[in-house]
């Protein structure tokens, strides 16, 4: 009986085990069932996403940060650099288009739904809070709207917030242009809070110092730079109204040389040449030589004007115009030596003017010495002046009328002694003066020419004197005969040597600028200092400025 009875208990409980097994199946797969279906219903249905929006708007106040009154508020940077460039030297700034991130957690902003991240366009920026970033050194800054603002908007279930827009920014760029052209930058890009000190708010990396900031190299879009590398740090500038956090990122650029080695270096060196070639032209040559001149300056002064036009109006003066005032130096100097040579080329023309004039060589020839006159005069004395004045007239007289004047002169023996001595005073003026064509020289000529022909062609006069000549008959004779025996060979040996003398007379040989020809010493020395001296200048310019280190590390 027991047994029995055991055995319709386990009967009944059997089939209550299996309904409950089969009601808890039915069950589970019901829940399943429903989550399915709800599912389902949100991923077709954006009612949903729209309530999960209305409900994280829901009493949020854009107008309070994160964590107001609480911790203190952390955005996370990073730049990408779509396009760099240009570079202004003269305005010293420089322009980028850039994607400018940042990234906070707003925990007002955490929500429960299907999906990881809300991606929102711009409408939803000006309905939260968002950090008021600005460029400290930026010039113009411009936000990119076409065809719609250009503003990305994200939020992550945990509230964290993605916020990027599209930015071109045209920021100063300090410049020291000691080294120019082979100079080197680094400008800053300065960005932080307007409003919030760094009490309430600070800046970090979003991935670190060195990956923060990224640039690619089809990026950079510059003609006289290239850019060389990108840092980043931060600092805290103090003001009035509190310290703010600056995170400051800069752009390494160094400086091509190609375009100032075409137009101003190789332009300088070779005018510099080109006045040195003027030291190897002869120095009559004074119009090419002054063009060389004249136009090599002109032309130093056209590139150093020229030069400047591509830099701001600096005080101090650069590499370059270092170079330019050297070259314009040896440009000018060449100018002045070309003056100090034909300055004293004319000089030494001059003072060889002064000097004697090399005349040619005259035949030597026996004058008629005051001696032989004297011997005259103590054989013949004078006891009248009536043969000098007879001379003297027959001097002034024409040739023509030198036989009429022959044959009417009466000598007398009295007046040989004076009349000789007169000749022998002209015969010594006229051996040191017959080598010049001069009046003086040809009256002289006459005379003795007259003398000769009036002792050998004159007859026995009549007494002029008769109380006189009738005292002395002999004398006469024998004086007359002494007289052309003694003056005869002399005078007509000075009027041989007068004729001789006369015809092929020329004029003293004077100094001429082609007599004094030939090279400067100032040229010659010239030709090796300017050339050595300038190259000198240009290996020691060269080796000082590329061997030194001109990159500028942190903005100047």
Not at 112 to 120: M, Y
Not at 480 to 492: A, I, M
Not at 538 to 547: D, G
């Amino acid at each position: 009986m027991v047994f029995a009875k055991k055995k319709e208990m386990v009967t009944a409980t059997q089939p209550a085990f299996i309904r409950t097994l089969v009601y808890f199946f039915c069950l589970t797969t019901c829940a399943k069932n429903i989550s399915g279906q709800t599912r389902k219903d949100e991923r077709i249905y954006p009612e949903n996403f729209t309530r999960i929006l209305d409900r994280l708007l829901d009493g949020y106040d854009n107008r309070l940060r994160p964590g107001f009154g609480g911790p203190v508020t952390e955005v996370k940077t990073d730049i990408y650099v779509t396009s760099f460039g240009p570079v202004s030297d003269v305005e010293m700034e420089y322009t980028m288009d850039v994607f400018f991130r940042q990234t906070w957690v707003d925990r007002r902003l955490m929500y429960e739904g299907p999906v990881e991240i809300l991606r929102l366009n711009n409408l939803m920026v000006t309905k939260v809070w968002t950090p008021d970033t600005f460029f400290r050194n930026g010039k113009r800054s411009v936000a990119h709207n076409m065809t719609a603002p250009n503003k990305l908007f994200r939020i992550m279930k945990n509230g964290t917030i993605l916020y990027t827009m599209r930015l071109t920014i045209s920021a100063e760029c300090p410049m020291k242009l000691v080294d120019f052209p082979m100079d080197g930058h680094a400008c800053p890009l300065k960005f932080g809070s307007y409003a919030y000190p760094k009490t309430e708010m600070i800046y970090t990396w979003t991935k670190g110092p060195q990956h923060s900031v990224e640039v690619p190299p089809e990026s950079s879009s510059l003609v006289q730079y290239d850019l060389i590398a990108q840092t980043v740090s931060s600092e805290t500038i103090k003001s009035i109204t509190g310290e703010y956090e600056v995170m400051t990122v800069y752009f390494h650029l160094k400086r091509k040389m190609g375009y100032f080695m075409i137009q101003t270096y190789i332009p300088c060196i070779m005018t510099v040449i080109l006045s040195q070639v003027s030291f190897w032209i002869n120095k009559e040559s004074v119009p090419a030589r002054t063009v060389f001149g004249i136009t090599t300056v002109l032309t130093m002064t056209t590139l150093s004007i020229s030069a400047r036009h591509s830099l701001p109006k600096v005080s101090y003066a650069t590499a370059m115009d270092w170079f330019i005032a050297v070259c314009f130096a040896f440009v000018f100097s060449a100018l002045i030596e070309f003056a100090a040579v034909n300055y004293f080329t004319n000089a030494q023309i001059e003072r060889a003017k002064k000097k004697p004039g090399k005349c040619p060589p005259v035949p030597q020839s026996t004058p008629v010495k005051v001696k032989d006159t004297e011997e005259v005069q103590q054989q013949i004395p004078d006891t009248n002046g009536s043969l000098r004045k007879r001379m003297n007239y027959v001097s002034h007289q024409d040739p023509t009328s030198q036989p009429r004047a022959q044959s009417t002169t009466n000598i007398s023996g009295l007046g040989r002694g004076r009349q000789l001595r007169a000749l022998a005073g002209g015969a010594n003026g006229s051996s040191s003066t017959l080598s010049r064509s001069s009046p003086k020289s040809e009256s002289l000529l006459s005379m003795a020419s007259s003398s000769a022909q009036l002792v050998k062609g004159t007859p026995q006069p009549a007494a002029s004197t008769p109380d006189v000549m009738a005292g002395t008959p002999g004398r006469q004779g024998a004086g007359s005969t002494s007289l052309q025996h003694l003056l005869g060979p002399k005078l007509e040996r000075i009027q041989m040597m007068g004729n001789k003398l006369e015809p092929k007379q020329t004029p003293c040989s004077q100094p001429t600028a082609a007599g004094m020809g030939g090279t400067s010493k100032i040229d010659k020395y010239a030709r090796i200092l300017f050339p050595v001296s300038f190259g000198a200048f240009n290996m020691v310019y060269w080796v000082v400025y590329l061997s030194k280190d001109t990159m500028v590390t942190k903005g100047g």
